[in-house]
């Protein structure tokens, strides 16, 4: 028993005494990101992945540190990891959820290191260096925005919504804001968990329901596969659009192919995890000077701009 | 010749005392169906029913296979994560298949083909670690449940696999068709409940699988091969998720992470509710049935209906299945 645990001691000894040899020539870039549990995520890590491989190559002295978590507290951890395991430099971190998140990532930050905050916000902005953002309340704007034009300013519509959370606020509140002022009539709106299968269901029931829809705001494009079968299903396929969103290869195409029933999309790329990697990469190497932040535009895919934000081979 | 009177009349006696609570689950559907139809009228036009239904199929096939595994003691939470990582199987290998030349009736059934076996095969894997590697199912299922979603994630590179546009045209009736207006999956359905209680009520196997849920250690001494029962229970539930993933596939055409989760508590809850007990010995088959069409219809109801706040969903779905169980327990105790 003695000697194992002498072992053990000597082992993580040895661990201690190489790790800070094999990355001093080196700098570490550590990428913090939720795993792959829904397409949008799935998205959010072949880019990560993508930038990883892309930066490690332009800058061979840099080496980044790649972790997926699949909750609030395995993210907490992962940081305590790269700090002390993996000797980082600077953190990208999309953090699962804004508030659990802020103290572990103010620990790194007064360890010293470079914080980028992607997407959700922490509750204490001051800690960042640098956040990359989508913008949702843009998001719901624009989609407001189009639909109103689209139907000239009346007509009914259901709305589909994500997970009660922040981010389904913003949108949601934002696009009320718009619609309300406007001879639309919103008939109800209800969760889908930006799920397919949610999104198929409440559809469905919606249709039973009013005989009369206009049009939907899915506002996600995993819902909007699924809202599309409960539509074609129903044989309503002549009657009403769908505006999703995110920037789904298959929606984005579909837009592309000038499709009536999903005639526009609007962004909320999970690209962005690849922005601030390349970013916070070209301050680390290079010290080019930054913006305290980056927000990416909420664009409107319509079939004359499809073409640059199609990603063939992205697995979202 | 194995001596099973003793286990016999014990499950027979459980029987005769689970009659009257045997109406609980209709009575509770009963109530439901009416509430539906107060909220909104459109509840009870047939074709909201019959998109209820078949909804159900899924879930309420799998429920089924739950019964038996629940009557014999044990439980699995591995069968949503099963069900995604066939579906992403069955998927892969049909898309694999079209190119190949072969006509698309051929390239389905090679697929479903595949995930019963895969299905099957994957029970037995659950009833192996669980009768030889002697580990409660609870920690089985659990550990499977993490491996097959994790597989569903990595054969998807953590996006979504989608069924090729070919395959899926001819594929896609197998949901949205059926006899009569009556759906596919809804018959499907059907046959298995029937089977399954034709199975657990009238075979020496369903008396078996009681026998061993009441008393594991009596019946191994009444020459009951219990560990054998229990392997084929597993396997059976194996089967039920492969045909259930039969019916989900042609559906959207796509799975990925999200495939299926939350299933096996919706089947869980589906066999509670329809009376069957958590801790084994009593099976009832007909209670999975209108249990699982329970819970599909409160999610119908409360999407038909603006009243209630989405904030309150999920509350209002645990009000209505823990009243679906008490009005079994007052059922219960009339005499």
Redesign the interface.
Known sequence: MKFSIGLAALAVGMMIAAAPAGAADKKVLGVSIP?????W???L??HAQQAKIALEKKYPDLSIALVTAGDATRQANDLEDLVQVRKIDALVILPFESAPLTEPVRQVKNAGKWITIVDRGLTDPSIQDLYVAGNNPQMGANSANFMVKKMGGKGNIVIL?GI?TVIDNQRFDAFMDIVKKTDIKV?????ANW???DG???M???L??FPKIDAVWAQDD?IT??VI?AVK?AGREKDLFILGGAGMK?MVKRVMDKDVLVPADVLYPPKMIADAMELTAKHMMENAPLEKQYIVDATLVTPENAKQFYYPD??? | MPDTSHAANRASSARRRADFKALGPFIALAALIVLGAVVNPVFLTPGNLINVLTRTAFTGVIAIGGTFIITTGGIDLSVGALAAFVSGVMIIVMNALTPEGLPPLMVVLLGTLTVMVIGALAGLVNGLLITRGRIEPFIVTLGTMGIFRSLVTYLADGGTLSLNSQIRSFYRPVYYSGVLGITYPIIVFALVSVIGAIVLYRTRYGRYVTATGANEEVARYSAIHVDRIKLAAYALQGLCVGLAVFLYVPRLGSASATTGLGWELEAIAAVIIGGTLMKGGSGRIWGTVSGAIILASIDNILNLTGAISVYLNSAIQGCIIIVAVLVQRDAKSRP
Do not use: I, M
């Not at chain 1, 795993?35 to 397409?39: M, P």
């Not at chain 1, 008939?187 to 969760?191: A, F, I, P, T, V």
């Open positions: 795993s792959a549990t829904h397409g995520a799935g998205g890590n072949w919504r009660p008939l109800d709106s209800k969760y799920n397919r299968d198929f269901k409440v469905q029931d919606f039973s329901r995993d596969l699924g079968e299903q298959e992205s697995p979202f």
